[in-house]
């Protein structure tokens, strides 16, 4: 299910599958970047137009960050630091990681704590197409260790 919310400071809305739409309700996708291969697209603020990188602006708008942490984690396993630079995460025992600091994490974890609410006791997640490299909203859930084997177990994974 599409969701939109305000982006702060404009007249436009974002929504979680990074599509934007002006005040007069025209939807944009952007336009990718020759440089970066990220979509961007041009929004004003306060009256100024820039561009800016839709990843981003969904980030900002979707995923809580108190820790005002200046990255993005993409779900390809990619890192958008604050200086541009980007690093691409790692493939370990199938999965995606990526360092942060001095500490790896698991991509699917990630995009599971920014998206889903998690519930007592389900500490794992699962793929549920079963595939380790699809890190999709939609094919995360929370489980517990015993739901985690037991999906392990009934696909002969």
């Known amino acids: 299910m599409e969701l939109w919310l305000l982006i702060v400071g404009t007249d436009y809305?974002?929504?979680?599958?990074r599509r934007i739409k002006n005040k007069?309700?025209?939807i944009s996708e952007g336009s990718i970047?020759?440089?970066?291969?990220?979509?961007?697209?041009k929004i004003s603020k306060n009256n100024n137009y820039r561009?800016?990188?839709?990843?981003?602006?969904?980030?900002?708008?979707?995923?809580?960050?108190p820790e005002n942490k200046p990255f993005v984690n993409h779900i390809n396993g990619r890192v958008q630091?604050?200086?541009?630079?980007i690093t691409q995460g790692s493939l370990s025992e199938r999965y995606f990681q990526v360092g942060i600091g001095?500490?790896?994490y698991q991509v699917h974890h990630l995009v599971a704590l920014a998206f889903y609410l998690k519930e007592q006791g389900k500490d794992y997640v699962n793929h549920?197409?079963?595939n380790p490299t699809?890190?999709?909203?939609?094919?995360?859930?929370?489980?517990?260790?015993?739901?985690?084997?037991?999906?392990?177990?009934?696909?002969?994974?």
């Open 13 to 17: 809305l974002i929504s979680n599958i």
């Open 24 to 26: 007069n309700g025209k």
């Open 33 to 41: 970047h020759k440089g970066h291969g990220y979509a961007v697209t």
């Open 51 to 65: 561009s800016v990188n839709i990843h981003r602006l969904v980030a900002e708008v979707f995923i809580p960050n």
């Open 81 to 85: 630091l604050l200086n541009r630079m």
């Open 102 to 104: 001095h500490l790896k």
């Open 128 to 130: 549920i197409d079963r």
């Open 134 to 157: 699809n890190n999709k909203v939609s094919n995360l859930k929370w489980c517990t260790q015993k739901e985690n084997m037991q999906h392990a177990i009934s696909h002969k994974l």
